[in-house]
């Protein structure tokens, strides 16, 4: 479009800025996409409260899918932030060239290992584009999505079914219809599979019951799978937005006014150094988009597009949850984070996309989470295992009545009389 403006001799300027939830815009100069921050601390939310439940009620096994549909940014950061018992992180499971039945018993194991420990219960987080990062489900999406891009009549199963390569074909007739007619859907603008529509965390839930109760067949499992699934999707993009997000959503927009008053064009905004939380000590530039940019197959094309930035198996965030996912697989090590604040506790709390965790002082909490664990107590969260805003509502003290706090009541017995009807 800026390449269009300028051809034509328009005054038009075009900025852009870092938009996405799902947190793969990502570079050397864009350190995070805004909306990041408000979604996953939404979710988090809701998945604290879930971990809550579980420890109450302890009979159920929650699988949520969250959006993400081309990286696991989502994914890793709300698992990060509730310590739940797995998340399944698709660029692990397309590095290592995992298939469904891997993924399955990997899942299953951590059930049957909790189911031990007297543990039918748990939390497990899905990105919905995980069905995108297992190679022979990418093959067979790629074929479909070639495919569907032609001219063609009569049933689309039929037809697709027949052009299929082998391989693909198996795996296409093996899939529980509910989940292949999914991936016949209408596709996104861009022509791809819409994976938001796929019900990713049902296929697993399906598929586990099954290798369950093929392994207490051979009695090794004797456990209870109570499964429950959820979607946090669009919820999550249309909160009131964080601090973090209001405070960097200014500056970005602010920043492409400056842009555009300086007469350039077919940049992105940019803001650095957020690990600083005044904003004021943040740093504003701007980057050419082709930079950026790479190509991508839509619609049987090629295209170029910016490109996605996936979670990095080697940076600060997968490396935190790698140090501590073997103990957060069978030990309660939940934390319930809350919901977003604007003051006091944890309002200028900072995702893990912008700062990593510290992975000492995760590996210090699970330590101490164990040793609880091991000595059977009853109660084993201690203060400094609750999220900071948990802390702050013990610390604060309540009011309550007057008559109460100062002990001025008594207490009497009353008995009341109803007159007798005729």
Not at 97 to 113: P, W
Not at 191 to 208: A, M
Not at 347 to 376: C, G, H, R, T, Y
Request: net charge neutral.
């Amino acid at each position: 479009m800026a390449e269009y403006f300028a051809k034509n001799n328009a005054k038009t300027k075009v900025i852009g800025c870092p938009k996405t939830i799902d947190g793969d815009l990502k570079n050397e100069h864009i350190p995070v996409s805004f909306g990041f921050d408000t979604a996953t601390k939404v979710y988090s939310e809701a998945i604290g409260n879930l971990c809550s439940d579980v420890m109450s009620g302890k009979d159920y096994y929650h699988f949520i899918r969250l959006m993400g549909r081309s990286a696991s940014h989502i994914a890793l950061e709300c698992a990060l932030r509730t310590r739940i018992n797995c998340v399944l992180i698709g660029e692990e499971v397309k590095e290592k060239a995992m298939t469904l039945s891997q993924i399955t018993n990997y899942v299953a194991d951590i059930i049957c290992k909790r189911a031990s420990l007297g543990k039918n219960y748990g939390i497990v987080l899905v990105p919905e584009g995980l069905i995108e990062f297992i190679p022979e489900v990418a093959t067979l999406i790629g074929e479909i999505n070639e495919l569907v891009a032609k001219d063609f009549e009569g049933d689309i199963r039929d037809y697709v079914v027949a052009h299929l390569t082998f391989t693909s074909q198996a795996l296409f007739n093996f899939l529980p219809p509910s989940i292949s007619s999914q991936l016949l859907l209408d596709r996104d603008p861009h022509g791809n599979v819409q994976v938001s529509k796929i019900d990713t965390e049902k296929l697993l839930i399906l598929l586990l019951k099954k290798e369950l109760a093929n392994r207490r067949a051979d009695g090794k499992y004797d456990g209870k799978f109570q499964p429950q699934s959820h979607f946090f999707g669009y919820e999550g993009r249309c909160a009131l937005p964080s601090n973090f997000d209001s405070q960097y959503c200014y500056s970005l927009g602010l920043n492409a006014a400056v842009l555009i008053r300086e007469g350039v064009s077919g940049y992105m905004s940019c803001v650095k150094n957020l690990t600083d939380k005044n904003p004021a000590n943040w740093q504003a530039a701007g980057c050419p988009l082709p930079t950026m940019m790479g190509v991508e197959r839509r619609k049987g094309k090629d295209k170029p597009v910016i490109s996605k930035a996936l979670v990095e198996l080697d940076g600060g965030m997968f490396k935190a949850y790698q140090a501590v996912r073997e103990k957060w697989a069978y030990l309660d090590c939940y934390v319930s984070p809350g919901p977003i604040q604007f003051k006091g506790a944890y309002s200028d709390e900072l995702n893990f996309m912008v700062q990593a965790p510290a992975i000492e002082d995760l590996v210090k909490d699970v330590e101490m989470v164990e040793q609880a664990e091991n000595e059977k107590q009853m109660f084993n969260t201690k203060p400094e295992l609750l999220s900071e805003l948990s802390r702050a509502r013990i610390q604060d003290v309540a009011p309550i009545p007057a008559m109460l706090e100062k002990g001025s009541y008594s207490v009497a017995a009353t008995k009341k009389y109803f007159p007798k009807t005729e």
